[in-house]
């Protein structure tokens, strides 16, 4: 059934940051991911086509020397490495499509191609490359960007030289500056944007694609002393993950990615060269490429050095999956840095999912049982303002603005429970019960809005409100985003609480 409230795009394509794959994956890491799954389980649930894609960057020296030092071949070490990570995102509910890895066969004949393609064009030359490279980033960093002989993240940088590969960035700057301004969607958020701006108008230079000393990777298909430039490897990723050149109709289906997320620290990649490459290579450029910010802890950066990493199969086994999901998104707006406390997380427990979340089901399906009844359709001011939300979270969802989503549904609670006090249906059992039953009928279709606003954020939860409002899970019709008549007849039950306050 279609709302009358909201048009779903036909197809949504969303990709996260294929991640590297040396160490365990952290909440970092699951920040972005589970970005991505909120957006396309609610483009599914409205009815969208999604295809949203994740997956590994395997190549490369720290994997090749990681891999020696520990006896294996680097391809038994980043079997087991994308082994866990695929178990981590199922403990986190991650609903991917397609999890690619840059050593799936498939990725590395299409680099070949690619990189054949971007030769042929005449786009790739022969020079001599000296500057600081980074193991750590994988990456050569100018002298302007080098501080204390460290690059902009920190790492130890090394002086390096060699022959090598370049492709012509520089003959593609004028054109991208052009495309960014004609599409003003394309980078986001804004501040972002103006940052690769002045990069891109500072000139660009053209870029080193092979790497001589790393033996682990994809051969370049014109000189196979060298292997390709890991970022080349990776960005395509986007690109072999639709199965480019063995599905066409898949790649014409979805291509291209509507909303594509990372950290701010990797924008710079996937705002020059990605695009770029794509236009070198006469492909579609993206809709949205969107940068969201760092997570320190108590306002210290993450670090296995200090001993402060938080891995998110730790923190659930303490507190539960849809807090963490929750927290996430609701402490920190998304594009901005935030830092993670455990204060802050048995504030949002005790305050929010506590005392307004939980407090209103249970009050609310407490109130409804009492006539050993089931209701039928009415409406009133309260709906009127519910399906004015709808609207509004809708857009929250769709212009990434997921600390609109959650304080949206958090206003139809407060709306909810002013309307619970203003009307009394402790009194009005007995004073008047047919309107009794009117204000219960209005306050189940609001929990019903509520807990499927929800569902692509609390994964787990939405399930247990749907039980306690007598809902079947697959049954498509109950995720109607309109003010209806769905609670009709609907057998409810009280069940147990849908949070507990933490000490
Ligand atoms: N392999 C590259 C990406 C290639 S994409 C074509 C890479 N991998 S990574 O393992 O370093 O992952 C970086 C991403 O992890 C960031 O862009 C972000 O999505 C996430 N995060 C890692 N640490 C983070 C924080 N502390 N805070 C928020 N997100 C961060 O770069």
């Not at 786009?123 to 960007?145: A, M, N, P, R």
């Not at 998110?312 to 594009?335: C, M």
């Amino acid at each position: 059934m279609q709302s009358k409230l909201i048009v779903a795009p036909k197809k949504f394509y969303i990709t996260t940051p294929i991640y590297y794959i040396s160490d365990k994956m952290h909440l970092g890491h699951s920040y972005t991911t589970i970005a991505a799954d909120i957006f396309a389980r609610y483009y599914r649930m409205i009815g969208s086509d999604v295809f949203y894609l994740t997956g590994t960057d395997e190549h490369g020296l720290k994997i090749q020397q990681s891999a020696e030092s520990k006896g294996l071949t680097p391809k038994q070490l980043v079997d087991g490495l994308a082994n866990d990570t695929k178990q981590l995102w199922k403990l986190l509910d991650i609903s991917y499509d397609e999890f690619i890895r840059t050593t799936d066969k498939k990725h590395e004949e299409l680099i070949k191609i690619i990189v054949q393609k971007m030769f042929d064009k005449g786009d790739i030359y022969l020079g001599e490359y000296e500057g600081w490279y980074c193991k750590g980033c994988e990456s050569y960093f100018t002298e302007k960007e080098i501080e204390n002989g460290k690059c902009p993240i920190g790492h130890e940088v090394f002086k390096e030289k060699e022959k090598a590969y370049f492709f012509k960035l520089s003959k593609y700057q004028e054109w991208l500056l052009q495309y960014i301004e004609e599409h003003p969607e394309f980078l986001q958020p804004q501040t972002r944007k103006n940052e690769m701006l002045s990069f891109i108008k500072n000139g660009l230079d053209d870029l080193c694609i092979s790497r001589e000393a790393v033996s682990w990777g994809v051969k370049l298909p014109f000189d196979d002393k060298y292997t390709v430039y890991v970022w080349v490897d990776a960005l395509f990723n986007y690109l072999s993950g639709l199965d480019y050149f063995e599905n066409k109709e898949k790649y014409s289906k979805y291509w291209p990615p509507d909303l594509q997320l990372m950290g701010k620290e990797i924008f710079r990649f996937h705002t020059i060269y990605w695009p770029i490459f794509l236009k070198s290579v006469d492909l579609e450029i993206p809709k949205i490429e969107f940068a969201h910010g760092w997570w320190t802890v108590e306002g210290q950066k993450m670090s296995k050095s200090f001993g402060n990493v938080i891995y998110p199969d730790v923190f659930i086994e303490e507190y539960d999956l849809d807090t963490y999901r929750y927290y996430l998104f609701r402490e920190v707006s998304f594009g901005e840095d935030g830092s993670f406390s455990i204060k802050t997380v048995k504030e949002r427990i005790n305050n929010e999912l506590v005392a307004t979340l939980g407090n209103l089901f249970s009050r609310v399906l407490t109130l409804a049982q009492k006539r050993e009844k089931t209701f039928t359709y009415f409406t009133d001011e309260l709906s009127e303002k519910v399906e004015e939300k709808i609207a509004e979270i809708h857009k929250g969802y769709t212009q990434i603005n997921l600390s609109k989503v959650i304080s949206e549904i958090f206003e139809i609670c407060f709306l909810a429970n002013k309307y619970v006090q203003d009307n009394k249906p402790w009194e009005l059992i007995n004073t008047d019960p047919e309107k009794f039953d009117q204000v219960i009928y209005v306050l189940l279709e609001t929990l019903r809005i509520v807990a499927v606003e929800l569902s692509p954020i609390m994964t787990k939860k939405y399930k247990i409100m749907f039980d306690q409002l007598g809902l079947d899970l697959d049954d498509k019709n109950n995720y109607l985003l309109e003010f209806s008549n769905i609670m009709e007849n609907k057998k409810v039950k009280k069940g147990e609480y849908l949070f507990v306050k933490k000490e």
